[in-house]
T-cell receptor, first 118, second 111 residues
Framework: AQKITQTQPGMFVQEKEAVTLDCTYDTSDQSYGLFWYKQPSSGEMIFLIYQGSYDEQNATEGRYSLNFQKARKSANLVISASQLGDSAMYFCAMREAFLKNTGNQFYFGTGTSLTVIP | DGGITQSPKYLFRKEGQNVTLSCEQNLNHDAMYWYRQDPGQGLRLIYYSQIVNDFQKGDIAEGYSVSREKKESFPLTVTSAQKNPTAFYLC??????????FGPGTRLTVT
């Protein structure tokens, strides 16, 4: 089974509107971390936001927020007030058995291509 | 500034040649990773290393080899046994923080 599923290969959003990128995950661990990365056409991977499995509050970082629904195993990324520079690939990722300073494997989804329309 | 460097950005090789991709980090991170990305695809794990002189195979290790002789360095060799080596290769590391830090990547083209 896929550890991370992103069902939206491509999304379009009007500039200044909000957009939600879906991510569901599969794990039997109680402790895990969820991450979102942005990959512009240059190829670099830019970390956006993190949610720990024990965090009760949804994570927020500027215009990014993570809609964490533990029972549904979903970790959707919400981008508010979209900008043209938000056009990129977005990847959801998970690290199981979440321990600091270890090299536990990260699992990545297949990504969602977001295009912001002026 | 701290970060991960990968060189070169673009690499061209003839089929049948081994090629080594460089990855260096000055973040004092213990864990380092190599991923492969094909056009329009996600990241697939090739190898990862949790500490010096130790590394584990990822999902697609066949045709690749790595070494971890120093904490700062985790070079990846793409051997002639790798059937489709043309791809974008990303190196990453993790430390005390939660997220993976990525290098800028190397685009390898084999003809």
């Amino acid at each position: 089974a896929q550890k991370i599923t992103q069902t939206q290969p491509g999304m379009f959003v009007q500039e200044k509107e909000a957009v939600t990128l879906d991510c569901t995950y599969d794990t039997s661990d109680q402790s895990y971390g969820l991450f979102w990365y942005k990959q512009p056409s240059s190829g670099e991977m830019i970390f956006l936001i993190y949610q720990g499995s024990y965090d009760e509050q949804n994570a927020t970082e500027g215009r990014y927020s993570l809609n964490f629904q533990k029972a549904r195993k979903s970790a959707n990324l919400v981008i508010s007030a979209s900008q043209l520079g938000d056009s990129a690939m977005y990847f959801c990722a998970m690290r199981e058995a979440f321990l600091k300073n270890t090299g536990n494997q990260f699992y990545f989804g297949t990504g969602t291509s977001l295009t912001v329309i002026p | 500034d701290g970060g991960i460097t990968q060189s070169p950005k673009y690499l061209f090789r003839k089929e049948g040649q081994n090629v080594t991709l460089s990855c260096e980090q000055n973040l004092n991170h213990d864990a380092m990773y190599w991923y492969r990305q094909d056009p329009g695809q996600g990241l697939r794990l090739i190898y990862y290393s949790q500490i010096v002189n130790d590394f584990q195979k990822g999902d697609i290790a066949e045709g690749y080899s790595v070494s971890r002789e120093k904490k700062e360095s985790f070079p990846l060799t793409v051997t002639s046994a790798q059937k489709n080596p043309t791809a974008f290769y990303l190196c990453a590391s993790t430390g005390l923080g939660d997220e993976q830090y990525f290098g800028p990547g190397t685009r390898l083209t084999v003809t």
